[in-house]
């Protein structure tokens, strides 16, 4: 069961409207939809035109009364008609979201690209490198973080070593993380980040020398030896609130003793037992930051940020392809969503109504390619071959590939 997070909601109108109506899809609710707009359309700066042709967009969806061709081109519309004089920036990523909870993958683009057009004209040098990171384009971030570090500004550490990273060096500032026993167990290493879909290629020379990182999730917190790529090897785990709390409710901490480090996207782990005499339990260093609009990072771009915050480091990233592949699940980490108390498909769905659709929404999966796409194509990292592939792709084309995956099918 799903709990509403009532203070985030209180304090922010524009993580609410995505929350409510993100909650109101997946049941097929069409007037608790309606009414999260018009109830929080003021808050977030929409009229009363626009707030009624979202509403008739989305339910239509919902309802399949509208196709999803017409849905995308009334949402094109829309983004072309509005105006950036009395919108408020970030809006566009909430109109963007919101077209994105229903499938409207490429009928949300034209709102990405008013935001980061706002973003770029903005007077602050933050906002201009955000957007310069989502557009990549590095000489655009390089100025812009120049106008940062001179005024001393708040985010100039972790927008410095994002760009320090990207540049392999050459511009930025390395911020390195404050946790010891974190560098200590990883610094010098060869790292293998191994995603939760196929690994393509095989695994890298000497890897047998690397350390191995996945992705922990319900019921899958260790691998088989005969049918993995890596052995079935794992010596460092993330997990996600998701499944801390799965973790938690089964009692299952003991599983995860014979892991190195388990570290949590969480910023407090108070609460989380001793697992095993040499397992170091950690919170990891969240990018969280270098998004737009409160959205939030998924598991590759985290494990990676926190990896890469530690000094003489080499990593390389396989098994992700930011789920634009038919296959986003290799069978071995067909984890169970809990929540429902199902087991997911290849696609990781459990067969309800839009089911990434709101999950992509609400992690920005744009935001989360573009955060790795710089770093693999700046040859930062190394990266299987189906992840090189969707690096490479532009924003556009991503999107159509989650349109066809699961956008239309509704399902």
């Known amino acids: 069961m799903r709990l509403p997070r009532l203070f985030p909601q209180r304090r922010d109108p524009h993580t609410a409207i995505i929350t409510e109506v993100k909650s109101s899809v997946r049941t097929g609710d069409t007037q608790k939809i309606r009414k999260a707009l018009l109830t929080r359309r003021s808050q977030v700066g929409l009229g009363l035109d626009t707030t ?27 983004a072309g008609t509005l105006s950036s004089r009395t919108l408020p920036h970030r809006t566009w990523s909430t109109l963007e979201n919101l077209a994105r909870t229903v499938g409207c993958f490429s009928g949300s683009h034209s709102f990405s690209e008013r935001l980061l057009e706002e973003l770029n004209n903005s007077p602050d040098p933050a906002q201009r490198f955000l957007s310069a990171v989502h557009r990549r384009n590095r000489p655009d971030a390089e ?34 993380t404050t946790d010891p026993e974190w560098s200590r167990l ?3 290493h060869r790292i293998v980040l191994v995603g939760p879909a196929p690994v393509s290629g095989g695994p890298p020379p000497q890897f047998e020398e690397a350390l191995i990182g996945r992705v922990l999730m319900q019921e899958v917190l260790q691998w088989d030896q005969e049918s993995d790529p890596y052995a079935g090897r794992c010596d ?16 299952a901490w003991d599983a995860l003793a014979y892991l190195q480090a388990v570290s949590f996207r969480l910023n407090d782990v108070g609460g989380i037992p001793h697992i095993g005499e040499s397992t170091l339990i950690r919170s990891a260093r969240n990018p969280r930051k270098l998004m737009v609009g409160g959205s939030s990072p998924n598991m590759i771009p985290l494990m990676l940020w926190d990896v890469l915050g530690v000094q003489d480091v080499t990593v390389h990233l396989t098994g992700t392809t930011f789920f634009a592949s038919p296959r986003a699940y290799s069978e071995s980490n067909l984890r169970l969503k809990h929540s429902v108390g199902k087991r997911t498909d290849v696609r990781g769905s459990t067969g309800e109504l839009f089911e990434r659709c709101p999950t992509f929404a609400r992690h920005n999966v744009t935001e989360n390619l573009n955060l790795v796409a710089n770093l693999v194509n700046s040859g930062s990292l190394s990266a299987d071959g189906d992840c090189h592939k969707v690096t490479n792709w532009d924003v556009k084309t991503y999107l159509e590939q989650l349109d066809d995956l699961y956008g239309i099918e509704r399902r």
């Not at 509403?55 to 009334?74: K, M, N, P, Q, Y």
């Not at 973080?145 to 511009?171: P, V």
């Open 52 to 78: 009624m042709e979202l509403s008739h967009i989305l339910t239509g969806r919902v309802a399949d009364t509208i196709s999803h061709e017409e849905a995308t081109e009334r949402l094109e519309k829309m």
């Open 143 to 176: 100025s812009s973080w120049r106008a940062m570090a001179k005024i001393g500004h708040g985010s100039s550490e972790d927008f410095g070593h994002y760009l320090w990273l990207w540049s392999r060096g050459e511009d930025g500032a390395a911020s390195w």
């Open 186 to 188: 990883i610094e010098g």
């Open 236 to 251: 460092l785990g993330w997990a996600s609130r998701e499944t801390r709390n799965w973790l938690r409710d089964h009692a």
